[in-house]
């Protein structure tokens, strides 16, 4: 059975960077592609970006230039990086497993979600 | 950058009655790539639908999708009180970023 487990800082200060980790369990980690979404109450449910086995990476353009997710294929985990965040940041970050084809960019595992606050 | 649109924004029926939700997309949505979450308080939302009309494993054949194009429908029939959560829909059938609907809540009473 598959599980994603992840963690990570749930306050933070503005400017700061966010920093969160997911820990697949089951299943391969390299047939699919691992994401990073995010839901907060003004935007809704926000996809911020994914990445393969191999370490190939796409992002929100929204969001690019901030934005950095890493995989360590060793420990099957993938990492999200935030850098300078605001209060427009404050949202649930979920990870979530995607199939490996465009055709299949659908999201069938998730984390259980943590939540991210932006506070001075 | 597909916009979804979901209606109604809040939908409130009886147990053993049929609901539609609906979600109009902004341009084609390629190879009917569509999917259905359905999110409870407090939980990761919950994939139902996929492909605009295929089951996920595990998901009741009360819950059905169709559509093609720009408008899609979730149908769910004869509605128990667990249905009662936000559902959202989430197209792929363009190059990223994949985007999600603003959510449909279904309340049953």
């Known amino acids: 059975q598959v599980q994603l487990q992840q963690w990570g800082a749930g306050l933070l200060k503005p400017s700061e960077t966010l920093s969160l980790t997911c820990a697949v369990y089951g299943g391969s980690f390299s047939d699919y592609y691992w994401n990073w979404i995010r839901q907060s109450p003004g935007k809704g449910l926000e996809w911020i970006g994914e990445?393969?086995?191999?370490?190939?990476?796409t992002y929100n353009p929204s969001l690019k230039s901030r934005v950095s997710i890493s995989g360590d294929t060793s420990k099957n985990q993938i990492s999200l990086r935030l850098s300078s965040v605001t209060a427009a940041d404050t949202a649930v970050y979920y990870c979530?497993?995607?199939?490996?084809?465009?055709?299949?960019?659908?999201?069938?595992?998730w984390g259980q979600g943590t939540l991210v606050t932006v506070s001075s | 950058e597909i916009v979804l649109t979901q209606f109604p924004g809040t939908l409130s029926l009886s147990p053993g009655e049929g609901a539609a939700l609906s979600c109009r997309a902004s341009?084609?949505?390629?190879?009917?790539?569509l999917a259905w979450y359905q999110q409870k308080p407090g939980q990761a939302p919950r994939l139902l639908i996929y492909g605009a009309s295929s089951r996920a494993t595990g998901i009741p054949d009360r819950f059905s999708g169709s559509g093609s194009g720009t408008d899609f429908t979730l149908t769910i029939s004869r509605l128990e009180p667990e249905d009662s959560a936000v559902y959202y829909c989430?197209?792929?059938?363009?190059?990223?970023?994949?985007?999600f609907g603003q959510g449909t809540k279904l309340e049953i009473k």
């Open positions: 990445i393969n086995h191999s370490g190939s990476t």
């Open positions: 341009q084609t949505v390629s190879s009917n790539s």
């Open positions: 989430q197209q792929y059938g363009s190059s990223p970023p994949y985007t």
């Open positions: 979530a497993r995607s199939g490996y084809s465009r055709s299949s960019s659908f999201f069938d595992y």
